[in-house]
């Protein structure tokens, strides 16, 4: 069946048909019905190309308000999946239903920008019918200076209602918030879109598409060139946003925070399960361990059945075995699990035992040249421990591996490593590949006296297969590099590994992969990463480089340091609320009086001082919206959400003192 999609067509008599818009032809009620409870549906697709068939069959569908997680393995199709919705593609077999006028809103990898353009102008280009009815609005009150007709007066209090209802008061500090939240500072806004780094394109269309009211948001890798803030800002904001969305993504922290539905593509089919990523992770060990079962069931009975038809298929039971046959001809056959391909136990050969304090810093001050990028760096890290190295664009955290490392000196303060470390270093660059090695050449780099078996078995660990051996390290994609490095630096027996960014470029079975390999290793691991699962995964103790320059540490993993942190934030709003006048000392650098700060603080007291004057507008603004809501009387006359924009509000309030306390310390302190 060809695809199709539907569109509302305008009959003689004023009635709104639904029809296919391929065909022209009426939907059938059943579709009609359908329409009604979802946004849209995919039924039987398929979908090739070269020959190689990616999708089998899927079928699934989008209801409103619905948040979803889109999961597989690289090349399963999910990417695909967006392309079919959007009408870049067409599937081979099957069909699309939409419902008439849904408005997708795609993140796309290559954000195209019209010349000229600041970023706050390409943020607000979303609102262009607002801008529009503003423009009149301006227009009619020139008129009726003169006209005081009632088609103008009229016009005009249309006009206003119209633009009050799509929030023509706020937008600009609604978009200005996004901005904001997605990491442009204030400073920005006025750059001209054509200078702004890939990276920055792709934040920008990030905003843009966040703003665009769409029924349903596709999400192709979100978290993509955020730092931390901002991919935690994302998940606030998409855990309140109120229409459906569609998320692919290798942030399994993300999913976890922003789903409540995950739909797998394996082996060309979907899979759909309720809840979110960890739900997903239990419940699809139940699903596969009960559709082997089922498997393993079939497969005796089908062994039974043909031996009772070679037995009698010449006997006197000739008709039944027959009857048997037909019905083995009709079984639809069930699938066996496909086999995990990773985890298990490496067989890792043990690394010499370094001395228990394997890395100590003392006031550690890390930077280029004179540029001071973080100082007061403590760490004490012990033998078998994960340190994990956390935060924004920037802030440093490369700039301390390479200082551990001795790449780069110290700009104060000591790094002591213990005795007997043997330090391996994993680096984004990925330089230590040789390109004309074939994979098990490279591996053997690092083994040259390994057994072949031992090699293959090692590198299956790592998710290269038969032939994948035999690939030339060239024509290997970034994953692929990224997985044999690994493979090689732990295979290598140093008993220290230090690596930036090790699950770049990883799908999640890859990065599951190196999680099994990191909890068999016996040695000490030192890893800059912004994937939060895999640090909930390995990390014993975190390293975190903040906005305002301070390095917080803390004994735990990832949820547990957020958690921790939180509580801290959340006890000092209550201590300004109770004493507005004061600020805790907790989340500001220690220094006295402005005399007796060092260069370093008084940096990064400058540093955040200009943070919180760029904070201050928009919890304003906040604060300006919900007391305009407040003011609706149907906001007023609805008890319970009276209460919640009140509570909204009492919010934003405390967190304003808070801001304007610290300030106020801060400028105290600069003097």
């Known amino acids: 069946m060809a695809a199709s999609r539907v569109t509302d067509r305008t009959g003689i008599d004023g009635r709104l048909d639904r029809v296919d818009r391929y065909s022209n032809q009426p939907v059938s009620l059943p579709v009609l019905t359908l329409l009604l409870e979802v946004l849209f549906r995919l039924s039987d697709i398929t979908k090739s190309y070269g020959g190689t068939e990616i999708l089998r069959g899927i079928s699934f569908q989008i209801n409103p308000s619905e948040k979803v997680g889109l999961v597989g393995r690289n090349g ?99 978009a200005e918030a996004v901005l904001l939240g997605v990491g442009f500072t204030r400073e920005q806004w006025s750059m001209e879109t054509q200078v702004l780094s890939g990276g920055q394109r792709n934040r920008l269309g990030m905003a843009r598409m966040l703003l665009s009211n769409a029924d349903v948001l596709l999400l192709d890798e979100p978290t993509n060139h955020l730092d931390v803030n901002a991919v935690e800002w994302l998940e606030e904001h998409l855990q309140k946003y109120e229409r459906a969305y569609v998320i692919i993504s290798h942030d399994r922290y993300f999913l976890d925070r922003t789903t409540e539905r995950i739909i797998e593509i394996e ?51 000739t008709k039944q075995a027959k009857s048997r046959r037909n019905m083995l001809e009709r079984l639809e056959r069930l699938d066996p699990v496909q086999s995990e391909k990773h985890g298990g136990n490496f067989n890792l050969k043990k690394v010499e035992r370094a001395g228990n304090n394997v890395l100590t810093t003392e006031d550690l001050t890390i930077g280029y040249g004179r540029k001071v990028l973080a100082s007061g760096i403590n760490i004490s890290l012990h033998r078998g421990g994960t340190l994990g190295v956390i935060g924004g664009n920037g802030t440093g955290k490369t700039t301390l591996l390479k200082t551990l490392l001795g790449q780069i000196p110290e700009i104060s303060g000591r ?191 400058e540093r955040r001082v200009k943070e919180i004057e760029l904070e201050i507008p928009a919890i304003e603004a906040e604060i300006e919206r919900l007391s305009t809501k407040m003011a609706d009387p149907d906001i007023a006359a609805d008890f319970s959400a009276l209460g919640s924009v009140t509570d909204e509000h009492s919010r934003a309030e405390v967190k304003l003192a808070a801001l304007y306390a610290e300030w106020e310390d801060a400028a105290n302190k600069l003097g």
């Open 267 to 317: 082996n060309g089919k979907t899979v759909s399960y309720k809840g979110n990523y960890s739900k997903f992770l239990v419940e699809r060990t139940l699903r596969r361990e009960q559709q082997q079962r089922e498997f393993e069931n079939q497969q005796s009975m089908i062994a039974k059945t043909e031996e009772f038809i070679r037995r009698n298929l010449e006997g006197q039971k």
């Open 415 to 605: 790094v002591v490593w213990g005795t007997k470390t043997n330090i391996g270093y994993y680096s984004q660059s990925l330089d230590d590949l040789y390109e004309g090695n074939e994979v098990h050449a490279e591996m053997r780099r690092v083994a040259p006296n390994a057994e072949n078996v031992e090699i293959r078995s090692f590198l299956a660990r790592f998710l290269f297969f038969g032939d994948d051996i035999f690939k030339k390290v060239s024509d290997l994609s970034g994953g692929e590099k990224g997985r044999l490095a690994l493979a090689k630096l732990i295979y290598s027996q140093k008993n220290v590994l230090v690596l930036d960014e090790p699950t770049n470029h990883l799908d999640i079975p890859a990065r599951e992969a190196l999680e099994s390999a990191l909890d068999d290793y016996p040695g000490t691991v030192v890893t800059v990463s912004h994937d939060r699962f895999f640090l909930d995964r390995i990390a014993t103790q975190m390293l975190s480089f903040e906005p305002d320059g301070r390095v917080l540490d803390f004994a735990g993993n990832y949820t547990e340091f957020h958690d921790w942190k939180i509580a801290r934030y959340e006890k000092q709003v209550s201590q300004v609320a109770a004493s507005p006048g004061v600020a805790t000392a907790e989340l500001l650098p220690a220094a006295g009086s402005a005399a007796n700060l060092s260069k370093n603080q008084r940096s990064q007291l």
């Open 76 to 174: 399963a199709g999910k990417s695909t999946i967006f392309r079919l919705l959007t009408g870049a593609e067409s599937p081979d077999q099957g069909e699309i239903v939409m419902i008439n006028g849904l408005k997708l809103g795609l993140l796309e990898q290559h954000v195209e920008l019209e010349p000229g353009e600041t970023v706050h102008t390409a943020a607000l280009a979303a609102f262009k019918h607002i801008h529009d009815m503003e423009a009149e609005m301006r227009r009619l009150e020139n008129v009726m200076i003169t006209d005081h007709s009632d088609a103008v007066l009229e016009r005009y209090a249309d006009l206003q209602i119209a633009f009050e209802n799509a929030d023509g008061f706020s937008y600009a500090a609604k």
